[in-house]
Antibody, heavy 117, light 110 residues
Framework: EVRLVESGGGLVQPGGSLRLSCAASGFTFSKYWMHWVRQAPGKGLEWVAN????????YYVDSVKGRFTISRDNAKNSLFLQMDSLRADDTAVYYC??????????WGQGTLVTVSS | QSVLTQPPSVSAAPGQKVTISCSGTSSNIGNDYVSWYQQLPGTAPKLVIY???KRPSGIPDRFSGSKSGTSATLGITGLQTGDEADYYCGTSDSSLRARVFGGGTKLTVL
């Protein structure tokens, strides 16, 4: 069974940092692109970033470029999102998702990030 | 404002059929496959259609998808109260070099 479990969310002050993790199991993690997608309270889905199988290709939505860094550790079946210089509008539930067949076929349950003073 | 355009809401009675539209451009829908996601209240999104019209294992054939040019459509027949959810279309955008979603459509089964 494919399973994605996010962790690392919480309350952080504006300008602060957080590192999200996503533990993957039930599939060969190193064979898939992986994504982070977020959802602000009461809002729709917003794609944040993705990374290729060996971590050499990374793409970001414009609003997080230079502040967020996506990475992965294939030996530990883990995906990460380092978030720096956090702003109030980064407040959201952050999901990790696996990419397959031009879609995001499995999603984690999400972790809530709240940026507030 | 989302790159892909969906109606904010649709509604229909149990047992009826509903369609949800998703409009884009030549750099996104016109250039790649479309997928659809169902988000039940308080839960994570779930893939219901991929590659325009294919259903993942476990998704009933009441769900269908189609694409024409720069638009796509999700269809749900035999509506059930359990289908009440937010539905999102998604694809990639070659100009933005990003994955993009529609703003979401809230389905109400009256």
């Amino acid at each position: 069974e494919v399973r994605l479990v996010e962790s690392g969310g919480g309350l952080v002050q504006p300008g602060g940092s957080l590192r999200l993790s996503c533990a993957a199991s039930g599939f060969t993690f190193s064979k898939y692109w992986m994504h982070w997608v977020r959802q602000a309270p009461g809002k729709g889905l917003e794609w944040v970033a993705n990374i290729n199988q060996d971590g050499t290709d990374k793409y970001y939505v414009d609003s997080v470029k230079g502040r967020f860094t996506i990475s992965r550790d294939n030996a530990k079946n883990s995906l990460f999102l380092q978030m720096d210089s956090l702003r109030a509008d980064d407040t959201a539930v952050y999901y990790c998702a696996r990419a397959a067949s031009a879609s995001l076929d499995y999603w984690g349950q999400g972790t809530l990030v709240t940026v507030s003073s | 404002q989302s790159v892909l355009t969906q109606p904010p809401s649709v509604s229909a009675a149990p047992g009826q059929k509903v369609t949800i539209s998703c409009s884009g451009t030549s750099s996104n829908i016109g250039n790649d496959y479309v997928s659809w996601y169902q988000q039940l209240p308080g839960t994570a999104p779930k893939l219901v259609i991929y590659e325009n019209n294919k259903r993942p294992s476990g998704i009933p054939d009441r769900f269908s998808g189609s694409k024409s040019g720069t638009s796509a459509t999700l269809g749900i027949t035999g509506l059930q109260t359990g289908d009440e959810a937010d539905y999102y279309c998604g694809t990639s955008d070659s100009s933005l070099r990003a994955r993009v979603f529609g703003g979401g459509t809230k389905l109400t089964v009256l």
